[in-house]
Each structure stands twice: as C-alpha cells, then as structure tokens.
C-alpha cells in the first residue's frame, strides 16, 4: 500500500529523534508520527553535531534548514525607524533573557566560562539592544570581529527590525557580508571598504564592533547558512558551493561559510542605504533571529509559573485571614518585619514592602516576574 511512499516531517520544535512513535489507522487510512520535545541537556550538542542543519532534498538543488523556521520577512510588520526618545525598551531585556536564562544558571554553576553557544546568543542580543536602544532602529552595519585573529570576519547591514508573528519575536532584517581571501583580492571591494572608513568617521554611517572569542567564530559560521535560508526567496544554482563544500561551506576564519547562490537578490531596506551600495553584488540577505526563542525546552517557564502560583497562593491565604491589608501595610514582604526603623517601597512598582535592602535582594528573584513600572 506504502510501496515507495517517502514524506520529509517538520516538527514545530527540536524532537528527540531516537524516541519516535508511529501509528497507522488503517481505517480512516492517516500515519500519525510522534515525538517528545528534546531536553535542554540534549540541546547542549558541539558544533560537529549540528546545531543549526541545513539539509538537501530529494531535488539537488534545494536546501532547507531545520533548526529555526522559514519567515518571510516582507509579509512581517516593522517596528518604528527611528523610535520615539521616550520608547520603552525594556522588554526586550526581558523577552531574550527567557532564551538565555536556563544556559546561563548551568555556565554560573560550572564556574567556567560561557559556552560559545550561549556566547552566540549573548552576540546577538547585543545587536538587537545596540540597534534599538543607541541608534533607535536607524540602519547599521554591525562589525563582528575576533581581534586576537584577523579582527573583522563578517559585516552584519541590518536596515529594520520585524516582528515575527509564528514564534511570537524579533528578527532583524540585515545582509551578511562573509570576508574572504577573494573578496580581499578584488579592488572594488577594497575602494568600497576605504570609502565606508571615511563614512563611518564623518558619521555618515553607524557601524558598531561585536567582539566575540575564537571559539564564537565557527559558531556564526554555522549559524549564518541558516539564518539565510530561513529567509530565502531564490532558488540555489545547479553549480551551488554547498553541493561539493556541505552546509556551512566552512568554519575557518577569512572564509565564506554561505553559499554565492544569493548574493546581491531581493535584500530589501538595504538598497535604501546609499553609503552601502558599493556592497550590494558581494551580500546576502539573513533572517536575524535569537534560536530557539522560546523557553519551552528549559525551566523558565515552569520556574515562573511555580513563583506565580506561590505567590497568587500566598496573596489568597493573607486575604482569607482577613490580614491581606495589614500585611501590606506594616510587613516587609520577605521577612515579615516591621521596618529598620521604617519599610521601604520597592522603586520600581511603588507596590511591595521591604524592611531593608538586603531583604529586597532576597526577594528579588521572584518580585522581578511580577514588579512592574
């Protein structure tokens, strides 16, 4: 009946593949394949493992990635350029602290340093905080460097930021531009990158330094061909690199990691920036996401409900015992106690008592998930 049936499935979130079940309704004749969501511990793989899989299919010209999904970005609704002085951005702090927060509690338990992966992560949530809070959504170019070997490795023209809808987020509309060997060797590029030196110094141009250690660079290597095809609106060529070189095409330094199939196609606001032009035949447009943006695959969540709870529980109890606003009133919220020699109001919410600075910091791991402005 299935004789020759083949079917490529895409899950939502990373699965744990070794622990797939399969049923089959002969019936109402439909195939019903699940899979658990894949722990933290798992997800916390090296980099020959793949973190970020682009694969081919059955036609040789195609590729898809696996790890982060597709976005058409000219369908994506655009935030401010530029935002207004007084817009409030803290929740962007928030919003990407509950990707990074799980890897980092383990990098703090370690005692070691972060891993490149979390490195990568902390990258670019510096670019979305540098793009929306200094420059206020104004185009950027964003230098990542390694200084300790070579210095700049790839140029990140991120023009706008947009909301993406599917996975409730932001991604930055940007254009990669990968330096190599070759494109060092080409004279255009060379009066092109002299010509922009003397932009950024008048000003003309924002450009701002992301310094990442020598083990983050093959980690953006990696994870640039994703950030690509996630994106993509072309077709790759039937003399692709990626067809004899694999996805990345490499990870060493002053090597293009993404393919030329794209280059100069469909790069939407950067075209609308003229001190970048001179670039426009040599970039590749990218879908600049935080991975695995939700915190459904670590703790965060369940720690944060659990808080919630003990504290709706607590709230509920204190009103029960008709004591709800006595406590308010002439308790410091930790402890209990009545103030030394006065309580004092939290800065922020102007709500929650405390009798000192030191029972503020106690608390404050879980106040922060409800204190607001």
């Known amino acids: 009946m299935f004789k ?3 079917s490529t499935l895409h899950f939502p979130f990373p699965i744990d593949t ?3 079940t399969t049923r089959i309704a002969r019936k109402s004749s439909y195939i019903e394949v699940e899979g658990r969501i894949v722990s933290q511990a798992k997800l916390a793989v090296p980099l020959d493992m793949k973190s970020f899989p682009v694969i081919r299919t059955d036609n040789r010209s195609k590729f898809h990635a696996l790890g982060m999904h597709y976005v ?9 350029s530029p935002l207004p002085s007084k817009y409030d951005l803290t929740w962007l702090e928030h919003h990407f602290s509950l990707s990074m927060d799980e890897e980092k509690k383990a990098a703090h338990a370690a005692s070691g340093p972060q891993p490149p992966f979390l490195e990568l992560k902390d990258s670019i949530a ?29 140029i990140l023209f991120v023009s706008c930021v947009r909301i ?68 993509r609106s072309w077709n790759h060529q039937s003399k692709c690199e990626y067809m004899l070189q694999g996805v990345p095409r490499t990870v060493k330094m002053n090597e293009d990691p993404v393919c030329g199939c794209g280059r100069g196609k469909n790069l939407g606001g950067f075209d609308q920036v003229e001190g970048w032009k001179a670039f426009r035949p040599y970039v590749t ?11 459904l695959l670590s703790g965060i969540t369940s720690d944060m409900q659990q808080t919630l709870r003990s504290e709706l529980k607590r709230v509920s109890e204190m009103e029960r015992e008709g004591a709800a606003g006595e ?15 006065k309580l ?13 600075t030191d029972c503020q910091k106690t608390d404050w791991k879980k106040h922060k998930l409800v204190c607001s402005k």
């Open 4 to 6: 020759g049936f083949k």
């Open 18 to 20: 070794s622990a797939l």
């Open 72 to 80: 058409a970005l000219e369908a994506l609704p655009v935030l401010r």
């Open 126 to 154: 510096i670019i979305f905080a540098r793009f929306l809070e200094t420059n206020r959504g104004e185009a950027t170019m964003f230098q990542l460097r390694d200084p300790k070997n070579g210095g700049t490795y790839a």
């Open 164 to 231: 993406d809808l599917t996975a409730n987020t932001v991604i930055a509309d940007a254009c990669v531009l990968s330096w190599s060997a070759s494109l060092f060797a080409m004279p255009v590029i060379d009066r092109a990158i002299r010509k922009m030196l003397v932009d950024i110094q008048a000003t003309t141009l924002r450009s701002i330094h992301v310094i990442t250690p020598p083990e983050e660079v093959k980690w953006w290597k990696a994870f640039l061909p994703t950030a690509v095809e996630r994106c």
């Open 285 to 295: 447009r990218v879908a600049l996401g935080m991975p695995f943006s939700t915190s």
């Open 327 to 341: 406590f308010s009133e002439q308790c410091c919220t930790t402890c209990g106690g009545s103030g030394k020699p």
């Open 344 to 356: 004092l109001l939290c800065s922020r919410c102007k709500g929650t008592q405390y009798c000192s």
